[in-house]
């Protein structure tokens, strides 16, 4: 056996490059694998007959748990194979007389299970390599719907492989499958395509954390289907995964004012969403509006202009002439107003933006003007 295990470790050294490349400590460990190996046939050989039972696959405890990051399943069908091609080499010396046919019988049935037993092995590692990814990937998921971002989200996502950027949070319904399934098909398909996804179901509500990405439209193609029934929102794209709370914020925010648009797109974008949200109570929704639409036009003729037009149900006539000038003036204008809000008066969905944006940036600045008298 010892010779054996000497002749292994020489054609190990010989064939396998991977081998040469690990540390003194972790060939010491192939090699006493190998060993136990080979002692391990040899008892289970000396049991006479056919009815031999099972081979005992435990010399693989011989290893420690380290040693199992360091070589992969690949690597130990390599030193399975070599091992039984050095024991084959030398059976002819290892076998009774006449008995040549009986041992190689005999080693097929036994790496056979060797090959199964080291399957096992893996097997149960990525197992409990999985379980701990999907924890990792839940508290990921829930740190960033919570808004608690801090250094160890970095080394969480680090952990998973995560390194791609931009980054969009994408929310919706949960489907009626397992939750698990429904994670390992969008992280199996992430893969397949060649981005970073991250997946998390809390209640009825599905979220996807989409990274490299070549537009937010791509990323909500791709997982789009795997929602359940109901409406889509997509956060706005943010420049990598410790901004991604900002994207999810708004995500959910949207994924619950969306049942005041009936009609919306299914996906539909968070910042189309900025009216309802900000009548549901969300302060970066309001905000966003005020800087966005009041803000631009404070202090200029097109606030008026665009009021008018609002309270004369877009009546361009009707607004001239309570504001005495030409109805070219007043076109004039709400070109202006499309170009510093990007919102157009005229289109249903944009003058009720602008509408509720106005709203919004009047109450500002009357509790800021009673703030400063008080």
């Known amino acids: 056996m010892g010779s054996l295990g000497t002749a292994a470790m020489a054609r190990m050294d010989e ?47 011989t290893a420690p748990r380290e040693l199992k990051r360091s070589i992969s399943l690949q690597q130990t069908v390599d030193i399975v194979r070599v091992v039984v091609e050095v024991v084959e080499a030398q059976a002819h010396e290892l076998a009774a ?16 299970d060797v090959a199964f037993a080291a399957a096992h092995v893996y097997a149960r590692e990525a197992e409990a390599r999985g379980s701990w990814d999907a924890r990792l990937e ?9 808004g ?24 919706g319904h949960a489907p009626d499958d397992d939750p698990r399934a429904v994670i390992d098909g969008l992280r199996e398909k992430g893969r397949r395509i060649g981005m970073d996804l991250l997946a998390g179901v809390q209640g009825d509500r599905l979220i996807v954390i989409v990274g490299g990405a070549g537009s937010v439209n791509d990323a909500a193609k791709q997982v789009v289907h795997r929602f ?20 999810a914020r708004a995500a959910l925010a949207g994924l619950k004012a969306s049942c005041g648009w009936p009609d919306a797109p299914r996906p539909v974008h968070s910042e189309e969403l900025l009216a309802e949200r900000a009548l549901d109570g969300d302060d970066d929704a309001r905000q966003q509006l005020i800087e966005n639409v009041y803000l631009p036009l404070a202090g200029t003729p097109l606030l008026d202009t665009l009021a008018t037009y609002l309270e004369q149900g ?6 001239a002439r309570l504001l005495f000038v030409h109805p070219n003036t007043v076109r004039y204008r709400l070109k202006k107003i499309t170009e510093l809000t990007g919102y157009q008066p005229t289109e249903g969905r944009s003058a009720f933006t602008l509408q509720v944006g106005l709203i919004l940036g009047r109450l500002a600045e009357s509790a800021e003007t009673w703030r400063a008298l008080t």
Do not use: C, K, N
Request: aromatic share 10%; charged share 15%; glycine share 10%.
């Open 15 to 61: 064939q396998l490059p991977w081998f040469r490349a690990l540390s003194a400590e972790d060939r010491s460990w192939v090699g006493l694998v190998a060993q136990a190996g080979i002692a391990a046939f040899v008892e289970w050989f000396s049991t006479a007959g056919e009815d031999r039972p099972t081979p005992s696959i435990e010399f693989f405890g």
């Open 148 to 171: 608690e971002v801090d250094d160890g989200l970095h080394s969480w996502a680090a952990a998973l492989g995560w390194t791609s950027s931009p980054v969009v949070v994408i929310a």
């Open 138 to 146: 839940a508290l990921i998921v829930d740190a960033l719907v919570r």
């Open 97 to 112: 007389p006449g008995g040549e046919d009986q041992l190689q019988q005999a080693m097929l049935r036994y790496t056979r």
């Open 228 to 247: 359940g029934m109901g409406p889509i929102v997509i956060g706005p794209e943010v420049a990598d995964l410790h901004a991604a709370a900002s994207s």
């Open 314 to 319: 877009t009546s361009l006539e009707a607004t």
